[in-house]
């Protein structure tokens, strides 16, 4: 893609927590790369050196969380054309221009060639609960995963006879610290989600899924709130990374074929437990994984064509405003009931 036809020239913008490094212009004329602070007047100043510029510009940030958030919104707002790429998405674009180096000035410049070469997808911000909703999910998630860790060590501490009693006592205050963080944190999301009509009704809707609860419907709800209104659901499943991959060479290789996860990791991590769940408590599910494991798909490939096929049931059961129906999921043979797993393992 030639950018000088299309009356914008490239912008990359490589986000720290400190610093944003821009680099600006044509290929043939492009201005030195120039830092700024990662705060508002750092942000200020980067919005008055892209309107000075001779011709309109087209930003390209990676998607790095909370660090180039206020960033986006302040371009956004300002009108600047604005795209937040994958930084999967990026990678292989670093890749496939041979860029084999790792510098902060050398990712300003994959991101401005990524500008200059790629299709503008506009970033679309949602609204101020949901932005609220996935600081406090992805701060959740952390915590979640602090406590298995303190839990895991206390299992070891536990074992041993030669360690002190003031560790074990040490990481019980801990977990009661970070339980009592996870459930002020949760009443807060939920808050947040009362807050904002569509949220609620989507919240309700991830609700009547069997495998759903509180934690990973608020998860799963708020990395869905991220995404732009008017995808598809195959869309959906390339951003959570849900997509299969096949690898094919000539006549004689070829590859099994693997998710991409070339998506949002968080909203993979959200599906995980309720698929668990779903093909335990939910038959129609069950008889899909139990399908797959017939065709001869390991267990593992089958949880997650379970994610993936939820993912499409959420997308339908927002789509509709209908609650969970697994008949439209996967229909039930008339001759062959699933048995829950848990009656199995009776």
Same mark, same amino acid.
């Given at each position: 893609?030639?950018?000088?036809?299309?009356?914008?020239?490239?912008?990359?913008?490589?986000?720290?927590?400190?610093?944003?490094?821009?680099?600006?212009?044509?290929?043939?004329?492009?201005?030195?790369?120039?830092?700024?602070?990662?705060?508002?007047?750092?942000?200020?100043?980067?919005?008055?050196?892209?309107?000075?510029?001779?011709?309109?510009?087209?930003?390209?940030?990676?998607?790095?969380?909370?660090?180039?958030?206020?960033?986006?919104?302040?371009?956004?707002?300002?009108?600047?054309?604005?795209m937040v790429a994958n930084p999967r998405a990026v990678r292989h674009f670093a890749q496939a221009m041979?860029?084999?180096?790792?510098?902060?000035?050398?990712?300003?410049?994959?991101?401005?060639?990524?500008?200059?070469?790629?299709?503008?997808?506009?970033? #679309?911000?949602?609204?101020? !609960? @949901?932005?609220?909703?996935?600081?406090?999910?992805?701060? %959740?998630? =952390?915590?979640?995963?602090? &406590?298995?860790?303190?839990?895991?060590?206390?299992?070891?501490?536990?074992?041993?006879?030669?360690?002190?009693?003031?560790?074990?006592?040490?990481?019980?205050?801990?977990?009661?610290?970070?339980?009592?963080?996870?459930?002020?944190?949760?009443?807060?999301?939920?808050?947040?989600?009362?807050?904002?009509?569509?949220?609620?009704?989507?919240?309700?809707?991830?609700?009547?899924?069997?495998?759903?609860?509180?934690?990973?419907?608020?998860?799963?709800?708020?990395?869905?709130?991220?995404?732009?209104?008017?995808?598809?659901?195959?869309?959906?499943?390339?951003?959570?990374?849900?997509?299969?991959?096949?690898?094919?060479?000539?006549?004689?290789?070829?590859?099994?074929?693997?998710?991409?996860?070339?998506?949002?990791?968080?909203?993979? #991590?959200?599906?995980?437990? !309720? @698929?668990?769940?779903?093909?335990?408590?939910?038959?129609? %599910?069950? =008889?899909?994984?139990?399908? &797959?494991?017939?065709?001869?798909?390991?267990?593992?490939?089958?949880?997650?064509?379970?994610?993936?096929?939820?993912?499409?049931?959420?997308?339908?059961?927002?789509?509709?405003?209908?609650?969970?129906?697994?008949?439209?999921?996967?229909?039930?043979?008339?001759?062959?009931?699933?048995?829950?797993?848990?009656?199995?393992?009776?």
């Amino acid at each position: 893609m030639n950018n000088s036809f299309s009356g914008f020239d490239p912008c990359g913008i490589e986000v720290s927590a400190r610093a944003l490094l821009v680099t600006l212009g044509p290929e043939e004329r492009t201005a030195s790369p120039r830092e700024f602070p990662n705060t508002a007047e750092g942000h200020q100043a980067v919005l008055r050196w892209l309107k000075s510029w001779k011709r309109p510009v087209r930003v390209v940030m990676e998607s790095t969380g909370l660090y180039g958030l206020d960033l986006a919104l302040c371009l956004q707002r300002a009108g600047v054309a604005l795209m937040v790429a994958n930084p999967r998405a990026v990678r292989h674009f670093a890749q496939a221009m041979m860029k084999r180096s790792k510098t902060d000035r050398l990712d300003a410049e994959v991101l401005r060639q990524f500008a200059a070469r790629m299709p503008l997808v506009a970033w #679309r911000p949602p609204s101020p !609960p @949901a932005f609220k909703l996935v600081a406090v999910a992805r701060r %959740l998630e =952390a915590l979640t995963q602090m &406590l298995a860790a303190e839990k895991n060590r206390l299992h070891a501490a536990s074992l041993s006879e030669a360690l002190p009693v003031v560790i074990r006592r040490d990481i019980q205050r801990s977990i009661a610290t970070q339980q009592r963080a996870i459930e002020r944190l949760t009443r807060a999301a939920q808050q947040f989600v009362i807050s904002d009509p569509e949220l609620g009704r989507r919240y309700r809707l991830l609700l009547s899924i069997p495998g759903f609860a509180t934690t990973s419907a608020l998860h799963t709800l708020a990395e869905l709130a991220l995404l732009p209104p008017g995808m598809d659901v195959r869309q959906w499943v390339a951003y959570a990374g849900l997509d299969p991959r096949h690898h094919t060479s000539g006549s004689s290789v070829e590859k099994k074929p693997r998710i991409s996860k070339t998506g949002n990791k968080h909203l993979r #991590r959200a599906l995980y437990m !309720p @698929a668990l769940v779903s093909i335990v408590h939910e038959p129609h %599910l069950r =008889a899909f994984y139990d399908h &797959l494991l017939a065709r001869g798909k390991a267990k593992m490939q089958a949880l997650v064509a379970v994610m993936r096929k939820l993912l499409h049931a959420i997308f339908g059961i927002f789509k509709h405003d209908q609650s969970f129906d697994g008949t439209k999921v996967y229909p039930l043979s008339p001759t062959v009931v699933p048995v829950p797993l848990a009656q199995e393992v009776a």
